[in-house]
Structures are given as structure tokens and as C-alpha cells.
């Protein structure tokens, strides 16, 4: 089989899922709709943003002049602290069921500057960045009744982005996420199984074949997985097996800031815009020991064909299985050939 010309699908060990790799359909003309992006350089500081220093928010509260990264709870938290650990399964049949879902949501910015990124920010303030993360994952983690601390950050207007301000989340939540606890489960049968971890292993295999390997330092790597469904889709992968943010050692934080950097920027060389995305963090969960979990990041970027063509999730991807036609090589390639500082 010819995985650069012929149909085919994909496993994805980390999720049980496949995803479906159409490389003949590259060529096809694209009669999708063109957004328009805003281009507009943004000033330092805006008046009107809610995130800048000294600014009030919705709430009525002002924030502080703070220095470097700044956290606070969410002003339209989607989770409150003290839902009720309930469950309804209607006649026991599961078929109607709900459960109480409690958790603590915060906002953290990444800099006062309005007008930086992940990407622009000097190695420093990226390092206070992953400082604060494993701050607030340590104190969210350990807080009663969370099991999962997520952090992610949604980059841009089409990812529905609010705000430009240089912001992530932080979702404590009293159960573990759909996405993860699907990973928590294949990595612990991956370990039963072979007695190694999903991920270390994986990894060797990625380092032996190098095709789709896009950057890496001595602490991460970064590679277009094997089975990536979005078009530009990496994961960074600790290279040291460990399960969250406080167990780094040594530089791995600065090696996790600088990779951050380099793998961004390579985006926003992409298609010569500032790469929408969602990005976020995987972690074991808070509670338990947790020998199967390897630390990674996802970033899934929706831009297709340019800074304005993306891809849609829809029809076939709905209702049988995501899909993908330029193949997760030829994407690593592209990315590969766009990164400065190569080490
Ligand atoms: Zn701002
Ligand atoms: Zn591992
Ligand atoms: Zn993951």
C-alpha cells in the first residue's frame, strides 16, 4: 500500500478513533466559502480590553497592574464549585443520564502587552507562562473533588476567540474530560498490554521514520502524528515519561517554553498569518498514580489552503469519520521547512 497515493485510513492509539487519508484528492478545485481575517496591528495596550492591566471587567472588578502573567476566575464560568454530585439514569436503563459536573474555571493571561503572542513573546516571559501552568495545575489539582486540571488556549477569530489579549484557560473539573479519559484508558491498556508506555514507545518509532517529525530540542519533541486529523494538527511530546507540569526537572521548562516559541511561529509562517488554533495540555489526572500517562500538548490548527481556507468538520466527517486529504508527511514537511533555529 502507498500511504503518499492511495486511500486509506488511520488508527489513532491514543483515542481508539481512525481517521480517513484521501492524498489523490489534493488537487481537487476548493468551491468552499473565503473569511476574511483582520490584519489591524493591535497597540500595547487597549482601553477597551477586559484582559489589560488596570481595565474593568464585565463584573465591575479592575484588574491589577500586574507585571507578568495574571490569573483570575472566569467572570462567565461554564462550571460552578458546588454543583451537586448527583445522577439521574431514568428506570436504570441508561439511557437517560446525567451527572452532576462541578469545577473551578479561570482566565490566565500570558503578558500585560496586548499586542504579543506565544509566538513574539521573549524566552523569559514564555518561561513565567509554563511557571504560572504549573502553579495553578499543582493547586487546581489538588483542590477537593477536581480530578482533571485542562489548559488550553484558543488562538484567533476563527477559533472563536474573544479576545487577542495573550490569554489561556484553565478548566478544573470534577470529571475527567471526554478526550482524556478516552487516552487515560488506551494508554493504561497499552502498559498492560506491553509493559511499556503508549507514547515512549511511540516516539522511538517517530525517531527511527523521522518523516513526520517537525522540531525538537533535548526535552521535546514535535511531529504531525502518524494518525493527525486536522490539516496541520502537531503533538509535542515531553521526551522524559512524565504525567504533568510539576514533575519537569532540570530545563525542561525552558526547553518547553522554547519549543512553544519555535513551534508557533513556524505557524504563523505557514500561510504568513498569525495561525489560528486550539491548543491545550494533557496531563494525568490530578488524583491517583498515574505510571501509563505521557505529558503532551495537542494543537489542532483549522487553516487548510491559506489564511482564510479552512477546514470544516462536516458531512462524511460527521456522520462516518474525519477525513483528510494532503497526508500528515507532506504537512511535516511543510512545517519542517519553515523552522528558523533549527537544533
Ligand atoms: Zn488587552
Ligand atoms: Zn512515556
Ligand atoms: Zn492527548
Same mark, same amino acid.
Given at each position: ?25 489534493? =488537487? ?26 488596570? !481595565? ?10 500586574? =507585571? ?13 464549585? !458546588? ?26 493571561? $500570558? ?11 521573549? =524566552? ?16 487546581? +489539582? ?20 474573544? !479576545? ?30 506491553? +509493559? !511499556? ?49 510539576? @514533575? $519537569?526537572?532540570?530545563? @525542561? ?20 498569518v498569525a495561525f489560528p488554533y486550539s491548543m491545550g495540555f494533557h496531563q494525568s489526572p490530578a488524583k491517583g498514580d498515574h505510571?501509563?500517562?505521557? $505529558? ?36 511535516? @514537511? ?10
Amino acid at each position: 500500500m502507498d500511504l503518499k497515493e492511495q486511500s486509506h485510513r488511520r488508527f489513532n492509539p491514543l483515542t481508539d478513533e481512525w481517521v480517513l487519508v484521501s492524498p489523490h484528492r489534493t =488537487q481537487r478545485p476548493w468551491l468552499g466559502a473565503i473569511e476574511k481575517l483582520s490584519h489591524v496591528a493591535r497597540p500595547a495596550y487597549d482601553p477597551t480590553c477586559y484582559l489589560c492591566p488596570g !481595565n474593568s471587567r464585565a463584573c465591575g472588578v479592575h484588574n491589577p497592574q500586574y =507585571q507578568s502573567t495574571f490569573v483570575f476566575e472566569n467572570d462567565f464560568a461554564a462550571l460552578k464549585k !458546588n454543583a451537586p454530585a448527583a445522577r439521574i439514569d431514568v428506570q436504570d436503563k441508561g439511557l437517560i443520564v446525567a451527572e452532576g459536573e462541578s469545577g473551578i474555571c479561570r482566565v490566565m493571561c $500570558f503578558s500585560p502587552r496586548h499586542d504579543l503572542t506565544l509566538s513574539s513573546m521573549e =524566552q523569559p516571559g514564555i518561561e513565567e507562562v509554563v511557571r504560572t501552568w504549573t502553579s495553578q495545575f499543582t493547586e487546581l +489539582g489538588a483542590a477537593s473533588g477536581i480530578s482533571h486540571v485542562q489548559i488550553f488556549e484558543n488562538r484567533g477569530e476563527m477559533m472563536g476567540a474573544s !479576545n487577542p489579549h495573550p490569554h489561556c484557560q484553565i478548566w478544573a473539573t470534577s470529571s475527567v474530560p471526554q478526550a482524556p479519559a478516552h487516552e487515560l484508558s488506551a494508554q493504561q491498556k497499552y502498559l498492560q498490554k506491553h +509493559g !511499556n508506555c503508549l507514547l515512549c514507545d511511540y516516539l522511538k518509532l517517530e525517531e527511527n521514520e523521522k518523516s513526520r517529525i517537525v522540531v525538537s530540542n533535548e526535552g521535546f519533541v514535535v511531529l504531525v502524528p502518524f494518525w493527525a486529523v486536522w490539516p496541520f494538527e502537531v503533538l509535542v511530546c515531553s521526551r522524559r515519561h512524565m504525567g504533568t507540569l510539576p @514533575e $519537569f526537572k532540570g530545563r @525542561e521548562a525552558s526547553q518547553l517554553a522554547a519549543i512553544l516559541k519555535q513551534i508557533i511561529s513556524t505557524y504563523d509562517r505557514v500561510f504568513e498569518v498569525a495561525f489560528p488554533y486550539s491548543m491545550g495540555f494533557h496531563q494525568s489526572p490530578a488524583k491517583g498514580d498515574h505510571p501509563e500517562w505521557h $505529558f503532551h500538548a495537542h494543537f489542532y490548527p483549522p487553516l487548510l489552503r491559506s489564511s482564510t481556507v479552512r477546514k470544516f468538520m462536516v458531512g462524511f466527517e460527521m456522520l462516518g469519520t474525519p477525513q483528510r486529504d494532503i497526508t500528515p508527511e507532506l504537512a511535516a @514537511e511543510k512545517l519542517r521547512s519553515l523552522v528558523t533555529d533549527k537544533k
